[in-house]
């Protein structure tokens, strides 16, 4: 499982390694181009329930925690369809309920 912390925070979110793997592409390449967006993360089975949202910006830190020493492949449509989701006004949406199931982002609300 991986882990994101978010700001000072010590409390991290946690994810499969391929999930964050995919988050941590598309919100590198959007805050170095100085864009924010907001994350909603839907909680994992065992944590608290339902879904939090961040509003992630550049002067924010974001610190990305993989179990696994190995690079995780990615997904070029995940990456694009996550992509587009954070340029909406919803945000995107990722699904950290199940890490041992298959990987697919949540899509935007209309």
């Known amino acids: 499982m991986g882990k994101l912390y978010y700001g000072n925070g010590d409390a991290p979110i946690q994810m499969s390694d391929r999930l964050l793997a995919h988050l941590k592409f598309v919100a590198t390449t959007k805050l170095r181009r100085q864009e924010s967006f907001a994350l909603n993360v839907l909680h994992p089975t065992g944590d ?36 587009d989701d954070a340029n909406t006004t919803g945000g995107m949406t990722i699904d950290a309920r199940e890490a041992a199931r298959p990987l697919n982002a949540v899509p935007a609300a209309a």
């Open 48 to 83: 608290e329930g339902g879904r939090t949202t961040l509003w992630v910006q550049p002067a924010i830190p974001l610190r990305f925690v993989f179990s696994s020493a190995e690079a995780e492949a990615l997904d070029r449509e995940l990456i694009r369809q996550l992509a």
